[in-house]
């Protein structure tokens, strides 16, 4: 870990206005991810502004009659919501697969989103890595990826993304709410929050320098069965070979996202509109432009079947 | 005292105290934090300078030169001690490769740097700084690739490595039934929570390390070795460790790097390896390549059994001996074992828990179901009839007690094995269940050891040894020996261990602490009851220590009077005559499992153990279950989730940290059963007790492997068996 200062940000405004003026800077709120980077020397931010006492943990209704999540509501409380354990429970079984009681204590929503990945080889600064060090290549091509991505994987980059709370929230259509540094805000559709890896995996999301989430914002509730299913070798505490995040109707229709496959929550219009039909359809329309390597090329057929699973749970 | 005759009716086997579940005498310490680990030592009038250390980024080669200018700038940074700045040092006579000196690079992450700073952050910055220009070489990390290359080693750990018994081949070609299978089993990390650490404090040419060891007197000679000093010079301490699991036998780097950081800093060094060091930086079980081949007549009896194993470590290591209790377990006249060792440049391997028999009875105790299945025989009466209770390659040479058949018939019993169906047909909701069973077996060691017993005025016993307490229990039950020998309860008694100043002891290693490290107590204990005697002027034959007494004939006196102000001290080593090798002594016991296996994912959970153990005489039924159930935990992680994943480019294990080594959480450990056969070993000690730490991991993997073939009808032969492995040869999902 590097010496760095530290301020604590007054305003939203300001916390994005610090960071556009110090591209070394970091935001830091629970910290259970960029600490330990930080310990490793992967993350080495030469200053840290705590955006913790802005008051961005409240949780609201919205005049549309969805949710407004604020930045620093922590995974414990969001996964305990009345609301959205009643109408968001994909949400609610995601947060509570995710890490141990204590991290989820800490970590907060928009700190979920912007976790790292867990490629083993991110984490070893001796190895190259493209999203470590631009340019360096990536040691995860032919080497250990049993863990890793096997759909939008690029030549540069197969990580995938370890948030299991993204994989639902991409299954509702949720939007990420930012402040830029010069006080503009906007809404970013989880669709199009995180990036695939391409030849630029150090770029993860389409935040620009400076842009600070304020909130996640939840359209209204879309009733069916919600369905978070995390597969693990561990019966907790790791992270998912392959998790599926699903709001299935009663007609059968439904969404689908999936985990663990990809640099971001996998999920595509056209495998939801095979869901009717059925789990080796969807999968395939999911999957279909899947390339794995010998050890993981298992997760495709491991899609399908967790997928097979969630169907017949939502037919309960 | 040397143990050269099976004990008979002594002290001990009065059992008020031993025996007895008396919870440890440590508990409180531990609970609320008193109890000082290694790297928490802390002397308010010790100014502590914290050493950060540098791995090297390459598994072989040489260092071409080293830059540390931007280190000694660092904020904080007192000094950089370099494997090129401290030239050429010594080498342990338990290490295989060097810890540290020398431009040579024998493995990944092996140490090449310490930083030494004013605060632990500064330092870790500072380590970073460091920039080294290596020459690369290359070199073998794939023991697949490997395995046509091992060579025949002079031994495997003291015993030849082949051995042969009739016309194995011959046998195994005329059986009725015959099964050849190979199974491997990956490299393994021991994953103790408290990783490797030490403090080093110089005064003039002595020195004193707090450290986290399992042996004493090793460390001491290998860390004067490595310095190049006297012994005598250096004190070490290790009162109380947080895991080790063979992790901790032999000197590691954290001892030398703080003694030589101290040295140039001229300040005590606290130096603890970082977490992704354990992978790397210090031993490993080395991963297993196993045939094993059985023939056996149509009635179950084993006419030929063979079991060849390779394994691969650095130039000038050792066997990972896993056909060891081939040997032993199973009768049959043609038999053969043979363990060959291929160089490899990963990091070095070396003793990880039930060394030989964790690897081997995970390979062995699966070929046995599959074999039984081919017979048609229920796996459990296979092993029956398959019992011998001499050793099969030497037949004039009895086992001193086993009762493997009591174990697997109660087991069984208990479990509700009967309601065991054929594979893939139980099926509960979404989980396909399996019941699965494997002996476990591990042969018991004894070795010296050393105690020194005072008594004083106020008539409290204390026992001083170098013994070690790695969380298995040695307090309570050193604590508890001392009581009954000397007539008095455990509150009564004092123990101080782990601290190289104290006579030296068995240490913590292959099961062997608790019988040893005991005996060692006992022997000192009746130099300190022929004390107290002569004192009173007793005869010491008739003489009797009960209820804080002494008594002889009609005379009582009490045992604080007998020591009187000066108080009296008895010292004594155990030492061990030829009873190991008249009599084939081990430890025995049936696995049990029940398995879960999700029909859709192949995710594998545990729903029940238990294990049945017969391992001599239980000191402290509390401790002892501890133990089994621990390593029941363990046998879990291996089956499961552990491998220590080899990068076979770059020739290092990926994925060292906790979060890549999957070791087992609450959520994967169900209901666990521990059952102790009543029995006693008299040719094991006069304590008559056995090894239970390593039994309690020996067998347990094949188990769950077993029930989940069980299960699925799914046969895994490669661990860990994670859900790839099995996924293909499940149910559609409906």
């Given amino acids: 870990m590097r010496a760095f200062t530290y301020e604590r940000a007054a305003s939203v405004e300001a916390a994005a206005g610090a960071a556009a003026s110090n591209p070394e800077a970091k935001f830091i709120a629970g910290g259970t991810n960029l600490l330990d980077l930080m310990k490793l020397e992967i993350e080495t931010p030469s200053h840290l502004i705590d955006v913790n006492g802005l008051g961005l943990d409240r949780i609201e209704a919205t005049p549309e009659g969805g949710l407004r999540i604020g930045a620093l509501v922590r995974n414990t409380d969001l ?52 999203k470590r060090r631009p340019g360096s290549g990536c040691s995860a091509l032919g080497g250990i990826s049993r863990q890793l991505g096997v759909v939008g994987v690029s030549d540069a980059c197969i990580a995938t993304h370890p948030s299991d709370m993204a994989v639902a929230m991409r299954a509702l259509d949720a939007a990420v709410e930012t402040v830029k540094p010069d006080g503009t805000r906007r809404s970013i559709g989880m669709a199009d929050f995180h990036r695939l890896p391409g030849d630029t995996p150090h770029i993860e999301t389409e935040l620009k320098s400076g ?106 | 005292m040397k143990f050269e005759t099976p004990a008979k009716t002594n002290p001990i086997d009065n059992l008020k105290v031993v025996g007895q579940p008396i919870h440890r005498i440590d508990g409180e310490l531990k609970t609320t934090g008193r109890a000082m680990y290694a790297y928490e030592w802390h002397d308010p009038n010790m100014r502590y300078a914290y050493g950060y250390p540098l ?68 330092a870790r910055a500072a380590a970073s700084l460091i920039q080294v220009d290596y020459q690369e070489e290359s070199a073998a990390f794939d023991l697949a690739a490997a395995k046509g290359s091992a060579v025949k080693p002079k031994d495997a750990g003291g015993a030849p490595p082949d051995s042969a018994v009739g016309d194995f081949d011959g046998a195994f070609k005329s ?172 990091p070095e391997g070396n003793a990880m828990r039930a060394p030989g028999e964790a690897p081997g009875l995970m390979a062995l105790e699966i070929a046995i179901d599959e074999m039984a299945e081919k017979l048609g025989i229920d796996p459990i009466e296979f092993r029956i009839v398959n019992d011998t209770q001499v050793d099969p390659e030497n037949p004039e040479r009895p086992f001193s007690h086993r009762n493997l058949i009591g174990c697997l018939k109660l087991g069984a019993e208990r479990f509700g094995w009967s309601e065991r169906k054929q594979p893939g047909l139980r099926r509960e909701g979404n989980w396909l269940v399996g019941l699965g069973v494997a002996a476990g077996f591990r042969n ?32 309570t039950i050193i604590a508890q020996t001392a009581a009954e020998m000397m007539g008095v309860t455990v509150e009564k008694v004092g123990v101080h261990l782990g601290d190289s100043r104290f006579p ?21 204990c009746i130099k300190l009851r022929e004390a107290v005697a002569k004192k009173l002027g007793f005869n010491s034959n008739d003489v009797v220590f009960e209820n804080g007494q002494v008594r002889s004939g009609n005379r009582s006196v009490a045992l604080a009077e007998a020591a009187g102000s000066d108080g009296l001290v008895g010292e004594d080593t155990m030492e061990w005559g030829d009873l190991t090798d008249t009599h084939q002594q081990s430890t025995f016991s049936g696995h ?143």
């Fill in chain 2, 175 to 346: 059986a009725a039934v015959s099964f050849d299978g190979t199974y491997t089993t990956p490299d393994q990390s021991h994953a103790m929570m408290e990783p490797h650490a030490s403090i080093a404090a110089w005064d003039d040419d002595e020195l004193t390390v707090w450290t986290s060891s399992q042996m004493i007197d090793w460390w001491r000679s290998d860390l004067a070795a490595t310095l190049g000093m006297e012994k005598e010079k250096i004190h070490l301490m290790s009162p109380f460790i947080g895991g080790g699991f063979g992790g901790k036998l032999f000197l590691r780097s954290d001892a030398v790097l703080a003694a030589l950081a101290a040295k140039a800093a001229g300040r005590p060094v606290k130096v603890a390896l970082p977490r992704p060091f354990i992978a790397n930086n210090t031993t490993h079980r080395p991963a297993t390549i196993q045939r094993i081949r059985i023939g056996a007549q149509r009635d179950g009896k084993i006419t030929a059994i063979g079991h060849e194993s390779w394994s691969g470590d650095l130039p000038g290591g050792g066997l990972e001996t896993a056909a060891m209790q081939t040997r032993l377990l199973y009768a049959g006249e043609n038999r053969m074992t043979a363990m060959r060792l291929a160089e490899l440049n990963l």
């Fill in chain 2, 592 to 734: 049990f499992v029940e398995v879960g296996v999700d029909a859709a994912t192949g995710e594998t959970r545990i729903r029940r153990m238990l294990a049945v153990c017969a391992a001599g005489r239980i000191i402290n039924p509390i401790t002892a279950r501890s133990q089994v159930i621990g390593a029941m935990t363990m046998g879990a992680g291996l089956a499961l989730s552990e491998e220590l994943a080899v990068d076979t480019r770059h020739g290092f294990f990926v994925n060292h940290d906790l979060a890549g080594y999957e070791v087992p959480v609450h959520a994967d450990i169900p209901h666990q059963d521990v059952i102790f056969m009543d029995e006693t070993d008299p040719m094991s000690s006069p304590m008559k007790a056995k090894g239970i730490g390593e039994l309690g991991l020996c067998g347990v993997s094949a188990a769950i492997a077993n029930a989940i073939y069980n299960a699925t009808g799914v046969r895994v032969r490669h661990y860990p068996i994670t859900l790839d492995k099995v996924i293909g040869g499940l149910p559609e999902v409906a």
């Fill in chain 1, 211 to 316: 842009e600070f989430i304020t909130a996640v914002v939840l359209p209204p509730p879309i009733g069916g069965r919600h369905i978070y299913r995390k597969v693990r070798d561990r019966a907790s505490y790791a992270f998912a070979l392959v998790s599926i995040g699903a709001v299935i109707q009663p007609d059968g229709t439904g969404r689908i996202s999936v985990g663990g496959v990809a640099h971001k929550p996998w999920r595509l219009d056209a495998a939801d509109a095979e869901l009717p039909k059925g789990a080796k359809a969807a999968s395939a329309a999911l999957l279909a432009d899947a390339r794995t390597t010998e050890q993981n090329k298992f997760k495709v057929d491991l899609v399908e079947r967790t997928l097979g699973a969630v169907i017949l749970e939502a037919r309960g």
């Fill in chain 2, 444 to 475: 018991n060691l004894v070795m010296p050891s050393g105690a020194r017993v005072r008594l004083a005025g106020d008539g409290v016993v204390t026992v001083e040894t170098d013994m070690t307490d790695i969380g298995t229990g040695s307090y």
């Fill in chain 2, 55 to 122: 791995g090297s980024a390459i598994a072989k080669g040489r260092i071409k030169s080293m830059d540390v200018a931007a280190v000694q700038k660092s904020p904080g940074v007192l000094s950089v001690v370099t494997t090129l700045s401290v030239g050429d040092l010594g080498k342990g006579k338990l290490n295989t490769a060097k810890l540290f000196g020398g431009d040579k690079i024998e493995h990944y992450h092996q140490a090449i740097a310490v930083v030494v700073a004013e605060t632990f952050e500064q």
């Fill in chain 1, 79 to 130: 996964a305990a919501h009345e609301t959205i354990r009643r109408d968001y429970g994909v949400l609610s079984r995601a947060l509570v697969a995710g890490a141990s009681g204590q991290l989820r204590n800490k970590a907060t929503t928009a700190g979920n989103l912007m976790q790292r990945t867990r490629c083993p080889y991110f984490y070893d600064t001796n190895q190259p890595c493209n």
């Fill in chain 2, 504 to 524: 030296v002891s068995a240490g913590s290693g292959g099961q062997f602490g608790a019988n040893s490290a005991t005996s060692g107590v006992y022997a000192a």
